[in-house]
């Protein structure tokens, strides 16, 4: 059996998927033991990352930039985001933009960020879940 030199969308998503869980779920767990709401923050952010690549990867498509403006734009072309859920995402570059060329920065997260990160996180998992459900059901 030949073996592909890329992911295909399906194994993209499944591990990328995978992955945002498990971030997400470990920063829900420092969350819970009062870890400083930067270091949840950060792992938060790798989940929320994640969970747009996933979806993104759902429905074929890879995104060229991994800010969360651009993860965005991707997924937006085929998902619906409530408008809480796209100003969360896209508050989420005033504060952690590391994978932006032109304006490298990272910011100090506070109680309140921490709070909104994973509310973030939450709504892409349940996003996410609604996805799978909507394309299973459109199969025919």
Known sequence: MAQLLFETDEQR??????????????????????????LVFNVAAIAVECYLIALCSLHGDMPFNHNYRSLLASAAQKSAFSDSLRDGILSLDSIFGICSVDDYHHGTPDEHDKVRILSVCQSLDALIASEQRRLHEEKP
Do not use: E, P, T
């Open 13 to 38: 998503f499944i591990r990328c998927y995978d992955y945002a869980k498990g971030y997400h779920r470990r920063a829900s767990l420092l969350a819970a033991q009062n870890r400083s709401a930067s």
